[in-house]
């Protein structure tokens, strides 16, 4: 499975993006799929996830509320829509899939896109 993020950008404080995530080489079903960021100098973090079925999703304390999830099996993608951006946002975001169930946890996944990268001027 290749995963391609894309859809990140400069956007003002406030603003919102839309990111997206395609498969390509495989069906990622029945995968949950994860959206996670990093910014300069830290870790990367988990940001949002959604089972298979897109029945089930999970978010950051940070951006609940702000951050939608969603999956189009038929398109094979997942998107990331995010609203209210803010300067503390900036980062480059990374999709992945994962075999087993929704999870925050990293190492679960199993194939990561290469990133993109959100950019929020204050």
């Known amino acids: 499975v290749q995963l391609q993020a894309s859809g990140g950008g400069l956007v003002q404080a406030g603003g919102s993006l839309s990111l997206s995530c395609t498969a390509s080489?495989?069906?990622?079903?029945?995968?949950?799929m994860g959206w996670f960021r990093q910014a300069p100098g830290k870790e990367r973090e988990f940001v949002s996830a959604i089972t298979w079925s897109g029945g089930s999703t999970i978010y950051a304390d940070s951006v609940k509320g702000r951050f939608t999830i969603s999956r189009d099996h038929a398109k094979n993608m997942v998107y990331l829509q995010m609203n209210s951006l803010k300067p503390e946002d900036t980062a480059v975001y990374y999709c992945?899939?994962?075999?087993?169930?929704?999870?925050?946890?990293?190492?679960?996944?199993?194939?990561w896109g290469q990133g993109t990268q959100v950019t929020v001027s204050s």
């Open positions: 080489g495989r069906s990622f079903s029945p995968y949950a």
């Open positions: 992945a899939a994962n075999p087993y169930s929704l999870t925050n946890y990293p190492k679960s996944y199993h194939y």
